[in-house]
């Protein structure tokens, strides 16, 4: 089991896979522990970011195409970056660390965006109500954007990850 402490080394794991040192019960624990992390990730940040209600069923949309877009191209980049004999199990493992990567970025960026505009908030002085409204309608409409953006980043890093890891992996034998 000391192969899990290698998760975090996308190039160790990508030379185990290469010389067949990761079995399929070394797969299934890569497989569990992705997918623990990811619900972890994604709950955290539900209550991290919050969730704004169903007025933003627009926003959600266009975040689940992207989302979706990025999913099938970076499959297929990934798919032909291996010339590996099991495709499978190596994208189960080399998603684990892609994954804490990726999460750490869009949390990097969600984090960053929060900050600045909590002050841009406490920085200017509004003279009227209207114009304090009108500046926290734009700031909340940046804050979903930089959401959306945060997720693609997140998503697009994953991706390059474990399609470097594959590379590795598939070339190396």
Known sequence: MAIIFDIF?????ARKLASDEVQGRHAAVFLVVGNVLYILFSNIAVY????????????????????ALITVFGVRA???????????????????????????????IHLGLRYAVGWYGKAVIFTTEEAANASMANAYKVLEGGAMFAAAAGLLSFYY??????????NTK
């Not at 080394?9 to 794991?13: G, T, V, Y």
């Not at 991290?48 to 989302?67: K, L, M, N, P």
């Open 78 to 108: 990934c798919y032909k970056a291996y010339s590996g004999s099991n495709f499978i199990q190596a994208f189960i493992v080399l998603s684990v660390p892609a994954l804490v990567y990726g999460t750490f970025l869009s949390w990097v």
């Open 48 to 67: 991290i970011f919050g969730i704004r209600g169903s007025q933003y069923v627009e926003a959600a949309i266009a975040d689940a195409t992207i989302a």
């Open 161 to 170: 990850l474990v399609r470097v890891g594959l590379k590795i992996a598939g």
């Open 9 to 13: 080394s996308i190039k160790r794991l």
